[in-house]
């Protein structure tokens, strides 16, 4: 029986069947929510603020486990950074296409990216694909890594409904590797990447983040992966086709996304 087929009659999202959340000791658990919080609100804090803020919440912590830390979330200041590595043949870095561009339509730019995600006992990290001119969520993924595959699969997943023209993303290495890069070539999606350090160039899909944690990871509290699967299930569902978005003329994204 296929991974498909198991996970379908189990109801899971295939990317949670064999994960378990990774883990950190609990006062490590407990200053990454702080700084994944914290992060959303002002995303221009590295290490060093980052640091600052902790120890004004009572942790006694050096700036070299926040370092640690925020390099587990995947996480860096938002400001433009001096380019001091050459890259390497297999992770070309594309340009930025979406400068002044009109954005008319569904299916016109998608985009993709990553972020942390607390469990009462561990964490994982969460992959989406938004389109760029409805917000529809197009596909997610969830994993314990940031090995690149979860977001290889969730790509190849979401090409198989409809492509975009463009697909943004950042620089980090899941979407500059060249599985993910060549399976857009192969598609004729032209590719376009946020400068490094400039995270608002993705500002659609940062929007989302602050949306699925303050209207359901914070507020919730999962203790499972299974329990994280089942309510962002259930929250994409919602945000997709039920909840309005002052931006869009307080239409859904479904009903811009779906025409």
């Not at 050096?62 to 400001?79: I, P, T």
């Not at 500059?176 to 598609?187: G, H, N, V």
């Amino acid at each position: 029986m296929s991974l498909r087929h198991q996970c379908d009659l189990l109801g899971l999202h295939r990317s949670t069947y064999y994960y378990e959340p990774a883990s950190e000791s609990a006062e490590n658990l407990a200053m990454m929510r702080l700084i994944d919080a914290q992060y959303l609100k002002t995303p221009f804090y590295g290490w060093r603020r980052m640091t600052a803020y902790l120890q004004g919440e009572g942790y006694l912590v050096n700036h070299k486990r926040v370092q640690r830390l925020m390099r587990l979330m995947g996480l860096q200041a938002v400001y433009p950074k001096p380019k001091t590595t050459v890259a390497s043949p297999e992770h070309k870095v594309y340009p930025y296409l979406l400068r002044q561009l009109a954005i008319t339509r569904p299916n016109q730019v998608w985009s993709a990216d990553i972020t942390y995600v607390p469990l009462l006992s561990g964490f994982m990290y969460l992959v989406a694909i938004i389109d760029w001119f409805s917000r529809y969520v197009v596909n997610w993924h969830l994993s314990n890594t940031l090995d690149g595959r979860f977001c290889l699969d969730a790509l190849q997943e979401a090409l198989e409904a409809a492509r975009p023209e463009i697909f943004n993303t950042d620089q980090g290495v899941q979407f500059t590797a060249l599985p993910f890069t060549s399976c857009l070539e192969r598609a004729g999606i032209r590719i376009s990447m946020d400068g490094r350090g400039r995270a608002l160039d993705n500002i659609f899909i940062e929007r989302l983040w602050r949306s699925v944690k303050y209207e359901d990871i914070y507020l919730k509290d999962y203790a499972s992966v299974p329990d994280l699967d089942t309510g962002l299930e259930s929250y994409f569902r919602f945000y997709n086709h039920d909840r309005p978005h002052q931006s869009l003329g307080y239409r859904t994204p479904a009903e811009l996304h779906l025409v």
